[in-house]
């Protein structure tokens, strides 16, 4: 079965960094785009980053671009988030996400949580 696995989150200092990774089975995982996704306490969960099946393509929440890195490593089907400059704001759970088949499919979440 699917499986999307995240880790990586932690408490960190303003400005600090973290890398997230989420470790993906149960599917082809070079086929098909991943994304990244975050849900703050009291807010809905909102698209970070994505990234297409080969990499070659990106796209970013306005609120992280130039923070913010997604890429992925197909054979080690992975897929990561690194953070930099990261804010108060960016406080959350961050979820990785996977469409296929008609299907949405999430990982468990990691908890990332900004704060001096």
């Known amino acids: 079965q699917v499986q999307l696995v995240e880790s990586g989150g932690g408490l960190v200092q303003p400005g600090g960094s973290l890398r997230l990774s989420c470790a993906a089975s149960?599917?082809?995982?070079?086929?098909?785009?991943m994304s990244w996704y975050r849900q703050a306490p009291g807010k809905e969960r909102e698209l970070v980053a994505i990234i297409t099946s080969r990499g070659g393509s990106t796209n970013y929440a306005d609120s992280v671009r130039g923070r913010f890195t997604i890429s992925r490593d197909n054979a080690k089907n992975t897929a990561y988030l690194q953070m930099n400059s990261l804010k108060p704001e960016d406080t959350a759970v961050y979820y990785c996400y996977v469409g296929l088949a008609g299907r949405d499919y999430w990982g468990q979440g990691t908890q990332v949580t900004v704060s001096s």
């Open positions: 149960g599917f082809t995982f070079s086929m098909y785009r």
